[in-house]
């Protein structure tokens, strides 16, 4: 079983950063694939980034690309989304996720076994 526990989120103006931190329990961190989605007020999740288990190989949606940046430090098991040039459409819920097993893209939210409990970014503008 792993435990995800998200922080790092809070409100924040147009074009300002944030980092959010995803902390994992257990011993087998570095073999998991990690993901990040959000969800916005009477919207569906959606994927936001994912890297994989070595950390070579990181993905991310078209709306964040250039902005977000996704890491992950093993010995402290955890995972990152650094966020830059934030914008008022980046309002939402972030979830942290893992894969236990895999080397492929996941991009999908069946494709993870566990999910954080989620931090809300709010940006105004």
């Known amino acids: 079983q792993v435990q995800l526990v998200e922080s790092g989120g809070g409100l924040v103006q147009a074009g300002g950063s944030l980092r959010l931190s995803c902390a994992a329990s257990g011993r087998t961190f570095s073999s998991y694939a990690m993901g990040w989605f959000r969800q916005a007020p009477g919207k569906e999740r959606e994927f936001v980034a994912a890297?994989?288990?070595?950390?070579?190989?990181?993905y991310f949606a078209d709306s964040v690309k250039g902005r977000f940046t996704i890491s992950r430090d093993t010995a402290k098991n955890t995972v990152y989304l650094q966020m830059n040039s934030l914008k008022p459409e980046d309002t939402a819920v972030y979830y942290c996720?893992?894969?236990?097993?895999?080397?492929?893209?996941?991009?999908?939210?069946?494709?993870?076994?566990?999910w954080g409990q989620g931090t809300q970014v709010t940006v105004s503008s």
């Open positions: 890297i994989s288990w070595n950390g070579y190989n990181t």
């Open positions: 996720a893992a894969r236990s097993y895999g080397s492929s893209r996941y991009l999908e939210e069946y494709e993870y076994d566990y």
